[in-house]
């Protein structure tokens, strides 16, 4: 006999902001989450743990977000992972499709109500089995960047990273090689964002689990070998503050384009690059950490 679970019919609370909303509502009227995920929570009357992937503009955070997800629903390492909504497919969808294209997706917009959210509950079979029931959002880097720089901006992402068990923080690692100074910055602006975010005081660390994970390795392949060692000797200050303010911290390297071309069209003055074709390495073991660590 099918088992029904009561549901309030009348109103929901929003998972990331706490704002209450009509049962009727397709996102919250405070922050533009979807209310599908609050719907779905009470059904499963548990809640997620939410993964928060975060970086800069143009770092790769959608790209690496849709790939993982597909590799995750396509059985990938130890892990087998169901979508709780409809709604959960569509950035790997739009990441597939597009990437199939030889096309980039389209930026991330900065209005929340924009961004793609995934909800999954991902079943882990070794080194013990066990479910684990996920929140991913897809946020905007401008949007991050705004927000550090001017904090309660976007007031949603600080009640995401405050309510976030995991975060996996991505670093344009091609540019750090190149002796861009930018990368190293932005992820220590992020963790000092973190760091006062979370109110510890002193020398106490955030306990957290932070995955660093360096974007575009395979333009320095080095990173692979190891990713530690880059960190330390092209983003020192990041390394830095990853000693002295983080308690659980692991470093990985990640490529997922394979070849890149570049082309413009008749009378344009910009560049347009296009992936050939995709080269998987490294995308699930930031996410397998975080996983162990929750």
């Known amino acids: ?66 790939f993982l997800l597909d590799m995750l629903t396509q059985r990938a390492g130890d892990f087998e992972a169901i979508p709780r909504g409809a709604y959960s497919v569509d950035l790997q969808q739009t990441v ?25 509950q991902v079943f882990q079979k070794y080194p013990r089995p066990k479910w684990v029931d996920l929140l991913m959002p897809d946020m905007a880097g401008e949007s991050l960047a705004a927000e550090v720089a001017a904090p309660s901006t976007f007031r949603p992402i ?10 996996m923080l991505l670093v344009d690692a091609a540019l750090a090689a190149n002796g861009s100074a930018r990368p190293d910055f932005f992820a220590v602006k992020m963790l000092s964002y973190l760091y006062s975010m979370c109110g510890v005081r002193g020398d106490e660390r955030i306990d957290t689990p932070v995955a660093i994970v360096l974007c575009k390795a395979d333009y320095c392949p080095e990173c692979f070998d190891h990713p530690r060692r880059f960190v ?42 296009i992936p050939m074709h995709t080269a998987l390495q490294g995308v699930l073991e930031p996410f397998e950490w975080i996983v162990e660590t929750l």
Not at 158 to 167: E, I
């Open 1 to 66: 006999m099918t088992k029904t679970i009561p549901i309030n019919t009348d109103a929901a609370p929003c998972l990331i902001c706490g704002k209450t909303n009509m049962a009727s509502a397709a996102v919250c009227v405070d922050c533009g989450a979807p209310m599908a995920i609050a719907h779905d929570i009470i059904a499963q009357k548990r809640e997620p743990q939410i993964v928060s992937i975060i970086g800069e503009s143009n770092v790769g955070k959608t790209v690496y977000l849709g």
């Open 158 to 167: 600080r009640d995401l990273l405050t309510r976030s068990a995991g975060l």
């Open 232 to 273: 330390q000797a092209n983003l020192t200050r990041l390394w830095n503050l990853c000693e002295n303010r983080l308690t659980n911290v692991e470093f990985f390297a990640c490529s997922v384009v394979g070849s890149l071309a570049y082309a413009t069209a008749p009378g344009d003055d910009y560049v347009v690059p």
């Open 96 to 120: 597939i499709s597009h990437m199939a294209q030889r096309s980039f997706p389209p930026k991330t917009p900065m209005e929340m109500n924009q961004w793609y959210w995934a909800y999954y």
